[in-house]
Antibody, heavy 121, light 106 residues
């Protein structure tokens, strides 16, 4: 059974930093691209970042480019999202999401339960 | 690419047939996915490639369309189908979602 478990969500002040982690199991982690999708409270979904299976290619939405960094450790079946210069508009539930391919096809076949990031003073 | 769903909300009864539409601002060929999200839960993939049913999804769900116009149909609503549905294009970056369609019980 595929499982994606996020951690690291917290309340942080504007301008602060946070690192989200996602622990994966139930599939060959090193064979699939991984993504982060976020959802502000009561709003829709936004794909913010992705990384190919070998970590060689990354994607960032314009809204987070230059502030967020995605990385993965295939030896530990984990993917991370390092977030800096956080803004109030970054407040959202952040989902770790599995791609159905090794490349950034952005068809999301499994989702974690999400972790809440709140940016507020 | 902007994705526009209609309607934004919909009231229906158990057993009804419902259709949700999604329009892309330019052609996305068949690179269209549908997701279901229940309250306080993560989205789940229902349909990929515009019309292919994800494994484990009931056959009452179907998708159609290509180019710019797509639809998701539920042939006979069940109580567990009341949720919010999102379309998403996987054709080009940024891979965008529609604003969602909330399906409520009448």
């Amino acid at each position: 059974e595929v499982q994606l478990v996020e951690s690291g969500g917290a309340l942080v002040q504007p301008g602060g930093s946070l690192r989200l982690s996602c622990s994966a199991s139930g599939f060959i982690f090193s064979s699939y691209a991984m993504h982060w999708v976020r959802q502000p409270p009561g709003k829709g979904l936004e794909h913010i970042s992705g990384i190919t299976s070998n970590g060689g290619t990354t994607y960032y939405a314009d809204s987070v480019k230059g502030r967020f960094t995605i990385s993965r450790d295939n030896s530990k079946n984990t993917v991370h999202l390092q977030m800096s210069s956080l803004r109030t508009e970054d407040t959202a539930v952040y989902y770790c999401v599995k791609d159905w391919r090794w490349e950034l096809s952005a068809t999301f076949d499994y989702w974690g339960q999400g972790t809440l990031v709140t940016v507020s003073s | 690419i902007q994705m526009t769903q209609s309607p934004s909300s919909l009231s229906a009864s158990v057993g009804d047939k419902v259709t949700i539409t999604c329009r892309a601002s330019q052609s996305i060929r068949s690179y269209l996915n549908w997701y279901q999200q229940k309250p306080e839960k993560a989205p789940q993939l229902l349909i990929y490639g515009a019309s292919s049913l994800q494994r484990g999804v009931p056959s009452r769900f179907s998708g159609s369309g290509s180019g710019t116009d797509f639809s998701l149909t539920i042939s006979s609503l069940q109580p567990e189908d009341f949720a919010t549905y999102y379309c998403q294009q996987s054709f080009s970056n940024p891979r965008t979602f529609g604003q969602g369609t909330k399906l409520e019980i009448k």
